[in-house]
T-cell receptor, first 114, second 112 residues
Framework: SQQGEEDPQALSIQEGENATMNCSYK?????LQWYRQNSGRGLVHLIL?????REKHSGRLRVTLDTSKKSSSLLITASRAADTASYFC??????????????FGTGTLLAVQP | DTEVTQTPKHLVMGMTNKKSLKCEQH?????MYWYKQKAKKPPELMFV???????INESVPSRFSPECPNSSLLNLHLHALQPEDSALYLC???????????FGSGTQLSVL
């Protein structure tokens, strides 16, 4: 399968705690993106990190990328009940030019308990 | 306007019906996508349009027929679907191919 694998599959934490989810992929990438999906709704883009970047921040989000290990992590700090959602990594697989495609990982279901 | 609008939100159809899903965006994005998502699974890429031309077809059965009439609209024509085609169909657009996709809220399709 081309898709990334995420772990854990599910994560339950208390409000105020930090949440970390990991994504591993198999092939060369141009960039890696993280998306959030609330139940039964469309996905929302959170953050994009390029293959030549190692870390990126956006508000309470911190993303790291290790291309040598083909892995990324998403850290959500000071979680809130509203962060409850599924989180997907998505890799822009580098096939060169027009055949690049964005493939979503298996996802992590995050539940933040109030 | 930073929205991608999909209609209808829900659709129930029989295996002999013909129906269409519609998607519209007014952000000036020239890349548009169809994804299919089964429950508790990640979205699966179906089609990519770039500047109104089909650039990727992920070996999707011909009972799904995409159309991009102009830079703001994307349709997915459905004909002779199977029950296993029941899923959430997501449309997306992006300012640059495969980066920062904006998704619609999807059409929940049930094939009876």
């Amino acid at each position: 399968s081309q898709q990334g694998e995420e772990d854990p599959q599910a994560l339950s934490i208390q409000e105020g705690e930090n949440a970390t989810m990991n994504c591993s992929y198999k092939t060369s990438i141009n960039n890696l993106q993280w998306y959030r999906q609330n139940s039964g709704r469309g996905l929302v883009h959170l953050i994009l990190i390029r293959s030549n970047e190692r870390e990126k921040h956006s508000g309470r989000l911190r993303v790291t990328l290790d291309t040598s290990k083909k892995s990324s992590s998403l850290l959500i700090t000071a979680s809130r009940a509203a962060d409850t959602a599924s989180y997907f990594c998505a890799t822009d697989l580098n096939y060169g030019g027009a055949t690049n495609k964005l493939i979503f990982g298996t996802g992590t279901l995050l539940a933040v308990q109030p | 306007d930073t929205e991608v609008t999909q209609t209808p939100k829900h659709l129930v159809m029989g295996m002999t019906n013909k129906k269409s899903l519609k998607c519209e965006q007014h952000m000036g994005h020239r890349a548009m996508y169809w994804y299919k998502q089964k429950a508790k699974k990640p979205p699966e890429l179906m089609f990519v349009y770039s500047y109104e031309k089909l650039s990727i077809n992920e070996s999707v059965p011909s009972r799904f027929s995409p159309e991009c009439p102009n830079s703001s609209l994307l349709n997915l024509h459905l004909h002779a679907l199977q029950p296993e085609d029941s899923a959430l169909y997501l449309c997306a657009s992006s300012p640059k191919r495969h980066e920062k996709l904006f998704f619609g809220s999807g059409t929940q399709l049930s094939v009876l």
